[in-house]
């Protein structure tokens, strides 16, 4: 039977690179000239620090651009509340990985309200689809890309 598994998975590594980038735009960029701003990667999530909160929104977007420019899908991404310290201003964000229980739920629901002639069952951090036809997973794929989970979902595993 053909099956495969709906993942959402990061690229760490172009994560790392992004803010790399977003660093270098940031020591070129005229209105961060002697400013204390930078990024940091620490695990899955980027920590921005800068002098003010208003900067604070300005590297929000030099990393969105960074990330898409490395083909990393933005909608992972967590903003936190800043936290003030002294005269910095520091926010982390982070990235969702994983599919957490409630969308899994909400997957295997709307897959099942489309009365395709597909199983889903959720696996941990990840839910896998078996069906009798490679047709019926393909069009659970379609699906899937069409409608918005607020996460980026990858599919990867597919065997006939």
């Known amino acids: 039977m053909p099956t495969f598994d709906i993942v959402s998975e990061l690229n760490e590594e172009e994560v790392r690179n992004a803010t790399e980038n977003a660093n270098r735009e940031l020591s070129t960029r005229f209105d961060f000239r002697n400013v204390e701003a930078s990024f940091e990667y620490k695990e899955a999530s ?14 929000m977007d030099i990393l969105r651009n960074a990330l898409v420019k490395r083909s990393v899908d933005t909608s992972s991404m967590e903003r936190n509340d800043s936290q003030h310290t002294g005269k910095n201003h520091r926010q982390t964000v982070t990235f969702k990985q994983g599919i957490e ?12 309200d489309k009365k395709l002639k597909v199983q889903a069952s959720i696996q941990g951090d990840q839910l896998r689809v078996t069906g ?5 997973l393909q069009s659970v794929m379609a ?3 069409q ?5 980026p979902l990858q599919f990867n595993n597919f065997r006939d």
């Not at 229980?101 to 099942?112: M, R, T, Y």
């Not at 009798?132 to 019926?136: F, H």
């Not at 409608?147 to 996460?151: A, H, R, S, V």
């Open 46 to 59: 980027v920590v921005m620090s800068a002098e003010d909160d208003f900067q604070l929104k300005q590297m």
């Open 101 to 112: 229980q409630p969308l899994a739920k909400k997957i295997v629901k709307l897959i099942k």
């Open 132 to 136: 009798k036809k490679r047709d019926d």
């Open 143 to 145: 699906l899937l890309k």
């Open 147 to 151: 409608e918005d989970m607020g996460q």
